[in-house]
C-alpha cells in the first residue's frame, strides 16, 4: 500500500507523493486493517475512505499520510487530534510524536478507539468524548493540531491552543461545498498565517458549533 499509493518514489497517478521518511515508516507499521469494521478487512489497504459507522469514515491512506507528514512531526512534540474515529491517524501520529490527545464527540466510537489503541499497545494516546470544536484546554499548547472533520471555518479555540511555531491541519468547508485542506501556522510572534494545499472531502465536524 506505502509503496504504491503513498511513497513519492513510486507513486505515478500525478499526485504529490510522501517523502517524509519518518512518515512512510509509521504508516508501514500501523497496520489498518485493525481499524476498519470486520466486514471491510479486504479492503484495508486501497486507497479509499471505509464507513466506520455512525455515518463516519476512516479517511483513504493516502490522505492520512499527507495530513501527517504537513504537520512536520518530532519525536518531542505533544499533538491534539479532533476525531478519533477509529483511531487510525492517532495511531499513525502516536509512531512518530511523545504524546497524542485525541477528541471523539461520538461516544460509541471514542470509547471503542481507546481500546482499540490500548490493545495495539500505544500508550502515549489519550482519547476524550467530547466536542473537538473547542479542543482540550487542559492540555494545551500544542505543537500541532489535526482536524479529521471539516467545519465551515476554523474554530478559534484550535488556534488559540495552538504553540507559536506551530502548525494546525484543517479541512474546512461545509457539507455542499467544496472543502479545501488548509494548513495554518502560527510564528513565534502569535500572527497566523494560511494556505490552502488541496480540494478534499472529509465528513461534516459535528457539536454546538
Not at 37 to 53: C, E, N, Q, V
Not at 89 to 100: K, N, P, Y
Not at 140 to 146: E, F, G, K
Request: charged content about 25%; proline content about 6%.
Amino acid at each position: 500500500m506505502v509503496k504504491r499509493q503513498i511513497d513519492a518514489e513510486s507513486i505515478t497517478d500525478g499526485r504529490i507523493g510522501i517523502k517524509n521518511k519518518s512518515v512512510l515508516e509509521a504508516m508501514r507499521r500501523v497496520l489498518r486493517h485493525e481499524f476498519v469494521p470486520a466486514h471491510l478487512k479486504s479492503r484495508a489497504y486501497i486507497d479509499m475512505p471505509l464507513p466506520i459507522g455512525y455515518d463516519q469514515t476512516i479517511s483513504q491512506p493516502y490522505i492520512v499520510a499527507y495530513m501527517t507528514e504537513m504537520l512536520d512531526p518530532k519525536k518531542e512534540y505533544k499533538v491534539l487530534e479532533v476525531g478519533t474515529g477509529s483511531g487510525y491517524q492517532a495511531a499513525v501520529l502516536a509512531e512518530l510524536v511523545d504524546h497524542v490527545y485525541t477528541i471523539e464527540i461520538i461516544k460509541e466510537l471514542g470509547e471503542s478507539a481507546e481500546k482499540r489503541l490500548k490493545r495495539l499497545g500505544y500508550k502515549n494516546v489519550t482519547v476524550k468524548i467530547g466536542d473537538g470544536y473547542f479542543g482540550w484546554e487542559e492540555h494545551a499548547p500544542y505543537d500541532a493540531i489535526i482536524v479529521t472533520a471539516a467545519p465551515d471555518h476554523i474554530p478559534p479555540m484550535l488556534i488559540h491552543q495552538l504553540k507559536p511555531g506551530g502548525q494546525l491541519c484543517i479541512p474546512v468547508g461545509g457539507r455542499f461545498r467544496v472543502q479545501s485542506l488548509t494548513l495554518v501556522q502560527k510564528t513565534e510572534s502569535g500572527s497566523i498565517m494560511t494556505r490552502q494545499v488541496m480540494p478534499v472531502s472529509f465528513v461534516p465536524l459535528t457539536g454546538k458549533h
